[in-house]
């Protein structure tokens, strides 16, 4: 099980350019999130996706796009880099518990250092 | 979705035990509470989720009084290793894409 992989690790954008934040699990999850943490930050909510083909927004949603086209991977994209975009973006998948078991222990990917000039 | 409080850092020496606490007082009848830790330039961890009362497992435990609106995580024996930030989150399982994250508790641990 490589668990949550996150590509890349890495990333350097100049203002106005667009890219894909990769993020694929091997675990069958069905619940998969997107979360950025900025310095001395604690984590905050993009979008998430409760299984294939469906996709919700969460607290910061603005300027990113997100899809969930297979169980395994939940891409994020960013549509047109700005500056405060620059942050480390965190993938996370969990398991879809039996209704009352309250277990969704969230499995996160290794990040991705985003620094947009 | 239930709000979390926690002290924004701690220190401690090797060898003691540690208890940090997050007070919750909106959370909801089916949220459960979780904890992560999180190492600098990695992802959080989980380390315990519990309802009511106690529970307790290989890292940790996690007490959780009768009405809900706190809890408090225990880390036995802290190492430096155990330096890190520790978050709590209140949710339940359906919600689970909407836990949101506090800023958390920086645990300082000293020699």
């Known amino acids: 099980n490589a668990g949550v992989t996150q590509t890349p690790k890495f990333q350097v954008l100049k203002t106005g350019q667009s890219m894909t934040l990769q993020c694929a699990q091997d675990?069958?999850?069905?619940?998969m999130s997107w979360y950025r943490q900025d310095p001395g930050m604690g984590l905050r909510l993009i979008h998430y996706s409760v299984g294939a083909g469906i996709t919700d927004q969460g607290e910061v949603p603005n300027g990113y796009n997100v899809s969930r086209s297979t169980t395994e991977d939940f891409p994020l994209r960013l549509l047109s880099a700005a500056p405060s975009q620059t942050s480390v973006y965190f993938c996370?998948?969990?398991?879809?518990?039996?209704?009352?078991?309250?277990?969704?222990?969230?499995?996160f990917g290794p990040g991705t250092r985003l620094t947009v000039t | 979705l239930a709000k979390t409080t926690q002290p924004i850092s701690m220190d401690s020496y090797e060898g003691q035990e540690v208890n940090i606490t997050c007070s919750h007082n909106n959370i909801a009848t089916n949220d459960y509470i979780t904890w992560y830790q999180q190492f600098p330039s990695q992802g959080p961890r989980f380390i315990i989720q519990g309802y009511k009362t106690k529970v307790t497992n290989e890292v940790a435990s996690l007490f959780i009084p009768a009405d809900r609106k706190s809890s408090t995580l225990s880390l036995p024996r802290v190492s430096l290793s155990d330096t890190a930030v520790y978050y709590c989150?209140?949710?339940?399982?359906?919600?689970?894409?909407?836990?949101?994250f506090g800023d958390g508790t920086t645990l300082t641990v000293k020699p």
């Open positions: 996370a998948s969990s398991y879809s518990a039996p209704r009352g078991s309250g277990s969704y222990e969230q499995y």
């Open positions: 989150l209140v949710g339940y399982n359906t919600n689970a894409g909407k836990s949101t």
């Open positions: 675990m069958n999850h069905e619940y």
